[in-house]
């Protein structure tokens, strides 16, 4: 909880947030509560959802997109405009914390499988950003990620969760 939750608030507050008014505030004591809801959720719903996927975006990649956004900006000149996108950012994270978004959780990748071509090519390409830029590859990626939750529903649309007898009867007929 204060790992992924209360630090993640008390970074952004600090870093540009405690330049605006009471809403931006207001925004990290959102992120702090949404977290701790999405842990509750956690917590609650195992075993009951698909494996394959989140319920909500985890805390920790919350907490990236937070941390790497402060790190990619750190030291350049902020604007007030830069400040208000920072503060409406965090309330988009805050919520997709508690949205009912389904982001992949990669607990069923399968690494020794052979891949495409084009999955060596950004491999290349990801490896090349780390070098010259890691606080924008990370940034990339954090956001990415919290951006392929809404992605996938406007893309698949809204799938029910399988329970674990609904899915042992599909596996097992």
């Known amino acids: ?8 608030a008390f970074l952004i507050y600090s870093f540009a947030l405690s330049e605006l008014a009471r809403p931006a505030w207001f925004g990290a004591f959102l992120f702090v ?5 999405r842990l509750a959720r956690f917590n609650i719903h195992t075993g009951t959802v698909d494996r394959r ?11 990236g997109v937070v941390a790497s956004a402060v790190m990619l900006l750190q030291g350049a000149e902020a604007s007030r405009w830069v400040f ?3 503060a409406i950012a965090t309330y988009v994270v805050a919520l997709l914390m508690v949205s009912t978004f389904r982001y992949w959780s990669f607990k069923e990748f399968d ?20 070098a010259t830029r890691h606080e924008l590859f990370l940034f990339v990626l954090f956001s990415g990620y919290a951006a392929s939750g809404p ?18 009867v599909r596996e097992h007929p």
């Open 33 to 37: 509560i949404c977290g701790a809801l």
């Open 84 to 86: 208000v996108t920072i």
């Open 111 to 130: 690494f020794a499988r052979r891949r495409p071509l084009w999955t060596l090519l950004v491999m290349v390409l990801s490896v090349m950003i780390v």
């Open 151 to 168: 992605i996938r529903r406007l893309i698949v649309g809204r799938t029910p969760a399988l329970l674990p007898a609904d899915q042992a």
């Open 1 to 8: 909880m204060v790992s992924f939750c209360v630090a993640p």
């Open 53 to 63: 996927f989140f319920v909500g975006l985890p805390t920790p990649a919350a907490a």
